[in-house]
C-alpha cells in the first residue's frame, strides 16, 4: 500500500515476516557452486553409506597406542577402552605400564582424572564437549567415540555434492543448515574414506582425519590406525591393537565408584 507520499508502506507485522523470510532463507542456502542435481543425488547416496557405515556397532572395548604430538612436546600411551553409544565412554591412558589419565562420559558429564596428580578431577556440564582444551584439537567426545566403535563420524548434513574440481568424483562436500562450516570426504578408487576434513566457511582447514589402515572384524571394515591433525600441525596418532564389537558392557564401567578410580 501506498501513504500520502506516494511511498509503499508495509505494516510492522508484515515488515517482520519478511526479515524473517529473508533470515530463514540465508540460513538455509549455505554457500556452494551451481551442480548437477543428478550427481548431487550421487554425492548424498555415498555420504549416507559412509555415515551409517558400522552403526549396527553400538558398544566396543578395545587396546591401542596413542601418540600426541604438540609444537613443544611428544607423548606415547597405551589405552584401553569401552565404549557405548551414543555418549559413554571410560578411557585409560597408560605410560610405562602405569595409568596416567582416565576420562569417564556417563551420558551427562565427562569427568578427566589425572593419576600422577597432574590436575584435580575436572567434570564438563556438556555430554559432548569439545576436546580442545584438553588434547589441543578441537574435535568433539561424540566423534572420538565413534572413532573407537569403528565408525566414520561424519556429522550430519542438508547438503551433498561433489567438489567442482574434481573430476573423479571422489572429493564430496557436506554442508548444513545453519552452520558456516563444512566437511568433505576424499575417497580412494574402492570408494573407501581416505580423509574427512573439517573446513570453516572460508574453506580454511579447522581439523582432518586421515585414515591410514583398515581391519577386517567378521562382515565389518574397521579403520584401526588413523591420523587427526589441525591446521597448526598438533596431531593424535592411534592405532588399534585389539577390538571387540558389541561386547555387554556393564553399567559400572561409566561410573566413577570412589576418586580417582
Known amino acids: ?38 550427481l548431487d543425488k550421487k554425492a548424498r547416496g555415498l555420504a549416507d553409506d559412509i555415515l551409517s557405515s558400522n552403526q549396527e556397532i553400538t558398544s566396543s572395548k578395545g587396546t591401542g597406542w596413542v601418540t600426541l604430538t604438540t609444537d613443544t612436546r611428544k607423548d606415547k600411551f597405551k589405552i584401553a577402552w569401552a565404549a557405548q553409544a551414543p555418549n559413554r565412554l571410560r578411557i585409560t591412558f597408560l605410560m610405562s ?35 580442545k582444551k584438553f588434547i589441543g584439537i578441537p574435535v568433539k567426545l561424540s566423534e572420538i567415540i565413534a572413532i573407537l566403535l569403528g ?75 588413523l591420523l587427526i591433525q589441525d591446521a ?5 596418532h592411534l592405532s588399534f591393537t585389539r577390538f571387540i564389537p558389541n561386547p555387554p558392557i556393564k553399567e559400572s564401567v561409566f561410573r566413577l565408584t570412589a576418586p580417582g578410580s
Not at 530463514?24 to 542456502?29: D, E, H, K, N, V
Not at 580412494?188 to 582425519?209: G, S
Request: net charge positive; aromatic share 12%; hydrophobic share 35%.
Open 151 to 225: 565408525q566414520i563420524p561424519v556429522q550430519r548434513f542438508d547438503h551433498a555434492w561433489f567438489k567442482a574440481d574434481n573430476s573423479n568424483y571422489s572429493s564430496i562436500v557436506l554442508a548444513q543448515n545453519w552452520k558456516s562450516t563444512f566437511q568433505q570426504i576424499h575417497l580412494d578408487t574402492n570408494k573407501k574414506v581416505q580423509q574427512l576434513l573439517f573446513l570453516d566457511k572460508d574453506d580454511t582447514r579447522l581439523y582432518e582425519i586421515t585414515y591410514l589402515n583398515y581391519q577386517s572384524y567378521g562382515k565389518n571394515r574397521i579403520p584401526v590406525t
Open 97 to 131: 605400564g602405569y595409568p596416567f589419565e582416565t576420562i569417564v562420559a556417563t551420558g551427562k558429564h565427562v569427568t578427566f582424572i589425572s593419576h600422577t596428580k597432574e590436575h584435580k578431577p575436572y567434570t564438563t556440564i556438556s555430554s559432548n564437549p569439545d576436546l
Open 1 to 38: 500500500m501506498k501513504n500520502k507520499n506516494n511511498r509503499i508502506y508495509f505494516p510492522p507485522i508484515l515488515t517482520i515476516l519478511i526479515l524473517f523470510l529473508l533470515i530463514l532463507t540465508s540460513g538455509c542456502a549455505p554457500l556452494r557452486p551451481q551442480t548437477d542435481p543428478i
Open 232 to 236: 597448526t600441525g598438533q596431531k593424535i
